[in-house]
Structure formats: structure tokens, C-alpha cells
DNA sequence: CGCGGCTTTGATCCTTGTCAACTACAGTGG
DNA sequence: CCACTGTAGTTGACAAGGATCAAAGCCGCG
């Protein structure tokens, strides 16, 4: 159960559900496939038939420039739905891929449907989680636009954990990243990500092994990255009351 | 009824809508009231109880910086809703203010549960129209993130033309905004938007009389900016098929 | 007339991009 | 077991976009 209830999992956070509300998300999560890294789940201009659901790994949005490069606009954790847009603006205006191995699940069009039309909870909480994704990209938009790269990168660190720990996917790591992805999200040439990074390792505020992050205080990286978590709007962050 | 309607303007944007649906959207659409420029709507913290939707004028939303600067992370033209947000999630993560005089109309959050509750056609324009909102921050990250500024300037500018147009508000000068204020939208002082807009004016891209903007040629302007509208998600932006 | 806000322009500094070389490491085939 | 190859990480030198500081010109308004 601790795979499908995933999405509820994520649900949860916007306000409480039903246990019929829970068992149709049970239904709705079905078995999950798997892909590897640098896989397309849909490409620019696509109008599929399935909405996508991370179970685990990291997912991104993305953008290709006209200079050939990639432009990250988001991240999509475990309990994530990649692309409720689908269901309702149709063609994609973007694009989304893997970043590491992954499962996912499919939730076919018709089913988003019903969820929205049928299960007024259902529906406030998927439309609770797209406003918070709108949230994100704000923020993200504020960090790109006015914080050095090395804030920039602390930030989404924060972000990154917190979202995790908010579906209890906070294991290992965060991060599996190369700097050129890493570059692709932030902004930044992977040159400069790989500087950034060294100067926050330098800083003690996060280790690396490989392409691995780890954060060995996460309070003194939010308070470098003067990270305000209040835009994801979780409920009840630290404990259970 | 050209004002009462700009909200079904909008909304028809999305897909078609009943003549019931129009009718109700009218009720909703009650007698405006007048805003001067740089007044907040909704602070920062806020929970309020009314939803406010743009009729004339130009409303932002923002985030005031650590070091006291002000990012501007969307611009809310005539048919759009500022603070859909509010009915759901609740507390405010930014705020809202006008840019220039303003005539608003205020929604009960309790009129925005019944059409979301009640009027499926409704409910799903207002998930476009949020969708939509969203694919507009994202072209602002790649936006602010990728391009050098003068090239954003004009795709912000290219924007706002389509965003008008859409809803027949296109009618005089756009961006009646001062350079720190186009600076706080584009995330760079105003110094340097000065610069990169006498650069525009001398390329003849635009023209400009004090602090409002022209645009003599739009075609030439979208192709410096590679403009592409397609995330907007118009229907019909050419003609009336 | 004088004040205050906005625009314009110049000079200098800092952050980041670009180019380029070099290292580390994993996978492959001999 | 080792050379060969490709990918990612690391480091340096230089250029460019944009920030910052500062001062001067332009209006609109009391």
C-alpha cells in the first residue's frame, strides 16, 4: 500500500479525504512501468490519452530553446501528476522527461474526468495541488530572476527536501542530478553549476558524492537560501496536530 | 454589457459556454469599483474573503525580496481573476496591486465554491483560465532565465498585445508602466531597462511617449522576440471560425 | 519658482558565460 | 589485464551582460 497510496498521500496534504475518496485513488493507481533516465513521457505538441503519476524518481518539465538548449521549468516528485493540463488545455506546450529511473503510473484521460466531475473532494485537492505548482513556478521565477546562482541552487535543495519529506520520499540523497541538469534547472551554464556547488560544499552546507547531494543541516541551508517554505503550502510541516 | 461580459470574454476563450452560463457569469459580475495606481488589493498574509476580477486597467502580483526589492511575477489584464487562489488554498503567499487606475469587480469567495461546485462548464473554464495562468509563468521562468533582456522585453511586450487582443482590449498603448516597474517584471534594474528599451526604440521595434509603449509593427516584434503564442492557448487567435 | 519623481547617460565592478584543457571513471573489446 | 573511448567533473582565462553608484536633464505640480 505504501506505493499506490502515494498519490492520496500527496492529496492529503491540501485537507482531508475520504476513505472513499482513498479507496477510488487506490483503484485509480494502477500497476506502475518503469523507465530510465532521459526518457520522453510526452513530447511538445503531443495530445495523449494518459495522464502520468510519479511514483518514485524525479521527473522534469521542460522546454527546448531555439539555441538547442533545455530549459528545466519543473520537477515532478513521488505523488506528482506530470501533466493534468492534458486532460484539460489538450496539446502540450511542453515537454516531459525522466531525470533518473523511474516508476510511474497511467491514469487514462476519461478517469481524470470522472475524479473532477464526480469526487468534489478529489477535485478540490488536484485543483489545490495545481495552484501549488503554480506557487513553485513563482518562486522559481523569483529565485531565477533575483538571487545569485549559489542561493538559487541552496533554494531549490530546500524545496526539494521539503517536498519529499512531505510524502515521506525523503530517504537518500536528493538530487541525482548531473550539472549539466542541475545548470538546465537553475539557469546556468553547467560550468557554473559545478562552481556553485563547489562553493556550497566548501560552505559545509551540503556534501556530494558522485552526482549525489546530500544536506547535512537542512535548517542552515534554508537559512543561507533564506527559504521560506510557506509557498508550498503544506499543512502541518513539523508535526501531526 | 461590453464590461459585464469581460469575464465570459475570457472564459469563452477556454471553450464554448451556455447562454445559462453567460447569464450567471452576468450576475456575478457586479458594479466595479475604481482603484488608483500602486494600491494593494491583498497583502501578503491576507485571507480575504472576496476574489477580485480585473474589468479595466492593470493589476500585478508580487513578492517583496529579503532586501527589499519587489519581484512582479504576473500581470493581470482585464477578464482576469487576481486571487482565484484564495478560495483555495486559503492564506495569500504574495501580493496583489494595481499598476495603473483600475476598475475591479469583487466575487464572494462563496459565489467562486458555487461556480466551481455547480457549473461544470464554468469550473472547467476556471481550470483553463488557471492552467493557462501557469503556462504563462513558465514562459516567464524560460523568459527570465534564458533570454538577454532585451529579447525579453519584447516577448513580454509580445505577450501582452496577444493577451489584449484575446479580449478586445487592445486599444490603445500597452505597458503604461514606469522602467522600475518594467524592471520589477523582467528582474533588472531600471537603470538597465532603460537601456534595453531605448535599444528596442532605436531598432524601431517600439515607440514610446512618456511611459506608455506602441508597437508599430507586432510581427516584427514577435520575431525578435521568438514569440509564440501557443502557450497562451487561444482559440482562434487569428480569426472568428 | 522650487520641489519630487521619472528618465537619461556615464563609469566602474561583479556575476556569469564561453572556450578550452585536463582529470576521473566506467564500459568495452582485445 | 590493459589500452581505448565516452561521459561527467574540475579548473583556468577571458569576455560580456547587467548591477550599482552617481549626476544631470525633464516635467508636472503646488
Known amino acids: 500500500m505504501p506505493d499506490t497510496n502515494i498519490l492520496a498521500q ?5 485537507g482531508p479525504l475520504d476513505p472513499a475518496d482513498i479507496a477510488r485513488l487506490d483503484e485509480v493507481v494502477s500497476e506502475p512501468y518503469e523507465l530510465g533516465p532521459r526518457e520522453d513521457l510526452i513530447t511538445h505538441g503531443d495530445d495523449p490519452e ?18 538547442g538548449g533545455r530549459a528545466i521549468v519543473a520537477l515532478m516528485l513521488p505523488g506528482d501528476i506530470c501533466d493534468l493540463h492534458v486532460a484539460i488545455l489538450g496539446r502540450m506546450d511542453h515537454s516531459i522527461g525522466t531525470l533518473t529511473d523511474c516508476r510511474l503510473v497511467k491514469i487514462p484521460r476519461r478517469t481524470i474526468e470522472d475524479l473532477l466531475d464526480n469526487h468534489p473532494r478529489i477535485r478540490r485537492a488536484l485543483f489545490w495541488s495545481t495552484l ?26 530546500c524545496e ?10 525523503m530517504h537518500d540523497a ?65 508535526d501531526g496536530t
Chains 1, 2 share one sequence.
Open 132 to 157: 501549488v505548482d503554480e506557487a513553485i513556478l513563482r518562486e522559481w521565477l523569483v529565485n531565477m530572476g533575483r538571487r545569485r546562482s549559489d542561493h538559487q541552487m541552496a533554494h531549490l535543495f
Open 174 to 238: 536528493l538530487m541525482p542530478l548531473t550539472q549539466e541538469e542541475l545548470g538546465d534547472i537553475l539557469g546556468i551554464s553547467s560550468v557554473h553549476a559545478q562552481r556553485v556547488l563547489s562553493g556550497l560544499r566548501q560552505k559545509g552546507l551540503v556534501t556530494v558524492q558522485g552526482s549525489r547531494v546530500a544536506v547535512p543541516d537542512i535548517d542552515k541551508l534554508c537559512e543561507f537560501a533564506e527559504f521560506d517554505g510557506d509557498y508550498l503550502h503544506l499543512r502541518d510541516t513539523q
Open 10 to 14: 500527496k492529496l492529503q496534504n491540501a
Open 160 to 169: 526539494v527536501h521539503m517536498r519529499l519529506s512531505a510524502v515521506n520520499e
Open 50 to 67: 494518459y495522464v502520468n503519476l510519479v511514483v518514485s524518481g524525479m521527473v522534469c518539465r521542460y522546454k527546448v530553446l531555439p539555441d
